[in-house]
Each structure stands twice: as C-alpha cells, then as structure tokens.
C-alpha cells in the first residue's frame, strides 16, 4: 500500500535536499531562476524499502521573494490538500520562525497526519533549535541532516508507522459487517432464568431460521425484533433440550455458553439478582471476554429483590466492576424475564455495547491523548531503564484493539498498561468492552547505525 508525501516549510529549510535524497535522482534542481512556472510534480521515492510518491513544491525555493509569497502559498496548500500524510519542515539551526508558524498553521487545519522534521540538526549547531520544535504542537518529530544523510532512521519509522496504520486501517473497513446482522447470546448459569428470558423476548413471533451455512446444527438463530431493528438471538440445542438432558450440570452449561459466544456478537449475562456473581458467573464472563465479545449483565429476577432497590443497584454495580475488571464500566441492567419487566433497557444495552465494540478512534485524537496521559503520570523505569511508549493506533474494532510503540513490550509494567487502559475507557466512551492491547517494539533498519 502506497501513500502520498508533501514536503512542506519555508524556502530554504532544505525541501529540496530532501526530495532529491528520496527520490534518488536531482530531479528538483531547478534550471531557471524563475522557478514559478513550473507546476508541482509527482515523484516515486523509497527510504530503505518503503515506497511511495513525493509531491514536489521545491521549485519555488529560487523564485524571488515577493512573486514567492502568494503563489507558494497556493502550492502548499494543494499539495497539501493532495497528500496523504505531510512532512512539515523547519531548520533547526534557526529555531521556529514566524513563517514556520505560518506554515504549521495550513498544516494543522487540514487535519492530516504531520511528521515535524527539523533539518539541518547535524552537529552542536543544532541543540538551541531542537526544543523549539515542541512549541509547534506536533507530537511526530524527526530531526534529520538531509544534506548528510543523518536521521533517516527516525524519518523511517515515522512513515512506517503512518504506513501500517493506514494499512490497518483498511482492513477494518473491509471486515466490518451490517448492523442488520446483530446476534445477541444469552448465557448464565442454570436458573437464572435464561428461558424464560428467551420465551419473553420472542414472544409470539418466534421464528425459526438456520442452521445457516457456516452454523453447525448446534447452534440455530431465532430473528425477533427490537424497536424495528431486526436483531438474532442464539439458540443452543443444548438449550432448547435442556429439560430432557441433565443439563444443570455445569460442565454442560459451560459447554453450551461456549458454543453461544462464539455465534454471538453482544453476550448477555444473565444474573440472577437475589444470588449474584458466583464463581460460575466469573467464569463465563472470563470466556466472552476470551473470545472478545461485546458484553452486558442481566440482573434477572429483580422482582424477587427485598433490598432498597436503588441502593441495591448501586452495591451491584460496584461490585461487578471489581469483580470483573476486564469489562470496566460494563452495563448491569435490573429485568424480570418472568413478568417481561425491563427488557427495553436490555436491549438498548446490547445495542449501545455493540456500538461500542464497534468504536473506532482516530488516530490523531489518540495521540493526543496519549500524550497527555504521559505527561499526567510519566511512564516509570523499568530495571534501569526509562519506559518509552511513543505512538498508538487503533488496528482494530470488534473489539477495539490497539497498538503501541514502546521500547519495551515483554517488560512493559501491568500497572502502566492498566493506567492507559482505563485511560481509554474513560477518555474515548470504551466501557465495558473488552479492550485489546498489542505492544511493538519498534522494528527500525536504520537502529544500528543510530549514534547514541
Ligand atoms: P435457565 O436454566 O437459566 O434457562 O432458567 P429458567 O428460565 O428455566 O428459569 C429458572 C426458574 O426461575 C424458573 O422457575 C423461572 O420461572 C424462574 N424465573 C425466571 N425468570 C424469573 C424472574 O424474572 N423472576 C422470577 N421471580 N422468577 C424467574
């Protein structure tokens, strides 16, 4: 997968240095002084592998200073609106300039990925400039000396990093399925309540459909509907026949749970409200959080609770979310199966955990946020060394799944990681779905040859 590149700053920062280094050739020199006429051009350009195409605007560096103004301008700003991802330079050597500013502000407005290069940083002369760069609000920095070839590793692993993302990010695309076809599974332990649950929601129209194909004879899907959303409930045969077999044993039970997860896209668990969270409960829940479903509680039986039911609620809540932390904030919705009380706000619940499971943040947004969590509570030493986590991306949905550039992966300290998770939660409206996290130890070509 290929992307475009636009190398954007003022004249003289080296754009042009630059290009021609990637593009390999002394395609940007410019023969004629007026250099204005000439029109942005596009050019194949590789950096130890990775491929993809440079926009050129680098002509303009000749043209004299008055006629450069306005129609440098209108270049940027269509190369900008042409690229995929921007490379914003400035030269260290003099610090942020007023025009630097001027050109990080058309950057930021139009919202694309930006790598901050600082040029020119090869030897001491640099230092006084390189700090500078941080007042620009970009949280991507590479600081390079296109002229002698130094940082290339950091530009790389830049581009690589927008490179997989942008990758990742179409696949999601392509994997993600119609709402239409929303599977809601309902497990719990044996009298919870479970059929009588199924039997309120299916009521009269209980319709049988499957096995589908894909489905084995295990498992069929009712259709029912939920204000107008046409939605599947799971249907195990070890359900349906459950009177005939011994299926209280809850060997069978856990089997049958299974088998609903994995056909499922929402998991309802069914509590029963006067004896809530045994050890059987913590366990199915641990399966659906396994297999990455999309999870909400049904506090059955409500209609049987003595306590002040408000007070009750709460103590449940709070519970629920010690006991099962992988599903933090997860929805715990108070329902009678028996007298079809509450099953509106069951359904609205799986509803909203689908659409959260569903959730998708964008990658700038995290980066931002990111960068907060970090400078709110800085990631710790680990034996002598200081943590790093650079960037993060979201490679996936359903459930969500992120990445993270670190320094270390297999050392990454639990409580770190649980900070950032419940971070995420809060910062991005991810509760109460299982969250999956994949730490890279950045993987550089040029790490070799970095001086340290
Ligand atoms: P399953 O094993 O989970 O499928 O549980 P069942 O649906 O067979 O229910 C077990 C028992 O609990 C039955 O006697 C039901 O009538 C009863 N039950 C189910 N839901 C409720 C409810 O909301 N309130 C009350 N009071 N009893 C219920």
Same mark, same amino acid.
């Given at each position: 997968?290929?992307?475009?590149?636009?190398?954007?700053?003022?004249?003289?920062?080296?754009?042009?240095?630059?290009?021609?280094?990637?593009?390999?050739?002394?395609?940007?020199?410019?023969?004629?002084?007026?250099?204005?006429?000439?029109?942005?051009?596009?050019?194949p350009a590789s950096l130890a592998g990775l491929e993809f195409t440079i926009i050129d605007t680098a002509g303009l560096e000749q043209a004299p200073a008055d006629a450069l103004e306005s129609r440098m301008m209108e270049q940027t700003?269509?190369?900008?609106?042409?690229?995929?991802?921007?490379?914003?330079?400035?030269?260290?050597?003099? &610090?942020?300039?007023?025009?630097?500013?001027?050109? /990080?502000? *058309?950057?930021?407005? %139009? +919202?694309?990925?930006?790598? =901050?290069?600082?040029?020119?940083?090869?030897?001491?002369?640099?230092?006084?400039?390189?700090?500078?760069?941080?007042?620009?609000?970009?949280?991507?920095?590479?600081?390079?000396?296109?002229?002698?070839?130094?940082?290339?590793?950091?530009?790389?692993?830049?581009?690589?990093?927008?490179?997989?993302?942008?990758?990742?990010?179409?696949?999601?695309?392509?994997?993600?399925?119609?709402?239409?076809?929303?599977?809601?599974?309902?497990i719990g332990r044996p009298n919870a309540g479970k059929s009588t649950l199924i039997n309120a929601l299916l009521g009269d129209d209980r319709l049988l459909v499957g096995p589908e194909a894909g489905i084995t004879r295990d498992s069929?899907?009712?259709?029912?509907?939920?204000? &107008?959303?046409?939605?599947?409930?799971?249907?195990? /045969?070890? *359900?349906?026949?459950? %009177? +005939?077999?011994?299926?209280? =044993?809850?060997?069978?039970?856990?089997?049958?749970?299974?088998?609903?997860?994995?056909?499922?896209?929402?998991?309802?668990?069914?509590?029963?409200?006067?004896?809530?969270?045994?050890?059987?409960?913590?366990?199915?829940?641990?399966?659906?959080?396994?297999?990455?479903?999309?999870?909400?509680?049904?506090?059955?039986?409500?209609?049987?609770?003595?306590?002040?039911?408000?007070?009750?609620?709460?103590?449940?809540?709070?519970?629920?979310?010690?006991?099962?932390?992988?599903?933090?904030?997860?929805?715990?919705?108070?329902?009678?199966?028996?007298?079809?009380?509450?099953?509106?706000?069951?359904?609205d619940a799986c509803m909203n955990a689908y659409d959260i499971w569903n959730k998708r943040v964008p990658t700038a947004e995290l980066n931002r946020w990111l960068e907060m969590s970090l400078q709110h509570h800085s990631p710790p030493?680990?034996?002598?060394?200081?943590?790093?986590?650079?960037?993060?991306?979201?490679?996936?949905?359903?459930?969500?799944?992120?990445?993270?550039?670190?320094?270390?992966?297999?050392?990454?300290?639990?409580?770190?990681?649980?900070?950032?998770?419940?971070?995420?939660?809060?910062?991005?409206?991810?509760?109460?779905?299982?969250?999956?996290?994949?730490?890279?130890?950045?993987?550089?070509?040029?790490?070799?040859?970095?001086?340290?």
């Amino acid at each position: 997968m290929s992307f475009t590149l636009a190398i954007i700053g003022r004249p003289n920062v080296g754009k042009s240095t630059l290009f021609n280094r990637l593009v390999g050739k002394k395609l940007a020199i410019v023969d004629d002084a007026a250099g204005t006429t000439r029109d942005r051009r596009y050019a194949p350009a590789s950096l130890a592998g990775l491929e993809f195409t440079i926009i050129d605007t680098a002509g303009l560096e000749q043209a004299p200073a008055d006629a450069l103004e306005s129609r440098m301008m209108e270049q940027t700003k269509s190369a900008i609106t042409e690229a995929d991802v921007i490379l914003l330079m400035v030269d260290v050597r003099d &610090g942020v300039t007023a025009a630097d500013e001027v050109f /990080a502000r *058309m950057v930021r407005a %139009s +919202n694309k990925p930006v790598i =901050l290069v600082g040029n020119k940083a090869e030897g001491k002369a640099a230092a006084a400039g390189i700090s500078d760069l941080y007042s620009l609000g970009f949280n991507k920095i590479a600081l390079i000396s296109a002229e002698h070839g130094e940082g290339m590793g950091e530009l790389y692993e830049a581009l690589e990093e927008y490179r997989e993302e942008k990758d990742e990010w179409e696949e999601v695309e392509e994997s993600t399925e119609e709402y239409e076809h929303l599977s809601i599974a309902i497990i719990g332990r044996p009298n919870a309540g479970k059929s009588t649950l199924i039997n309120a929601l299916l009521g009269d129209d209980r319709l049988l459909v499957g096995p589908e194909a894909g489905i084995t004879r295990d498992s069929i899907s009712v259709e029912f509907s939920h204000k &107008g959303r046409s939605l599947k409930l799971v249907d195990t /045969a070890g *359900m349906r026949k459950r %009177s +005939n077999i011994q299926h209280k =044993l809850e060997k069978l039970a856990v089997a049958d749970s299974v088998r609903a997860i994995k056909y499922a896209q929402v998991v309802v668990v069914l509590l029963d409200a006067t004896a809530p969270l045994e050890k059987q409960d913590a366990v199915i829940a641990s399966l659906v959080e396994r297999e990455g479903r999309a999870c909400i509680i049904g506090l059955n039986k409500w209609d049987l609770v003595k306590a002040k039911k408000k007070e009750y609620l709460e103590e449940l809540r709070y519970m629920l979310d010690k006991q099962l932390p992988q599903f933090h904030g997860i929805e715990a919705v108070p329902c009678s199966a028996l007298n079809r009380q509450g099953l509106d706000a069951l359904m609205d619940a799986c509803m909203n955990a689908y659409d959260i499971w569903n959730k998708r943040v964008p990658t700038a947004e995290l980066n931002r946020w990111l960068e907060m969590s970090l400078q709110h509570h800085s990631p710790p030493m680990v034996r002598g060394r200081r943590l790093k986590v650079k960037y993060m991306t979201q490679i996936k949905s359903r459930p969500p799944a992120f990445q993270l550039s670190t320094n270390m992966a297999k050392e990454f300290p639990d409580a770190y990681l649980r900070y950032l998770v419940n971070g995420l939660r809060e910062s991005f409206g991810l509760k109460g779905t299982p969250i999956r996290m994949n730490l890279k130890v950045s993987n550089n070509p040029f790490a070799k040859n970095k001086k340290k």
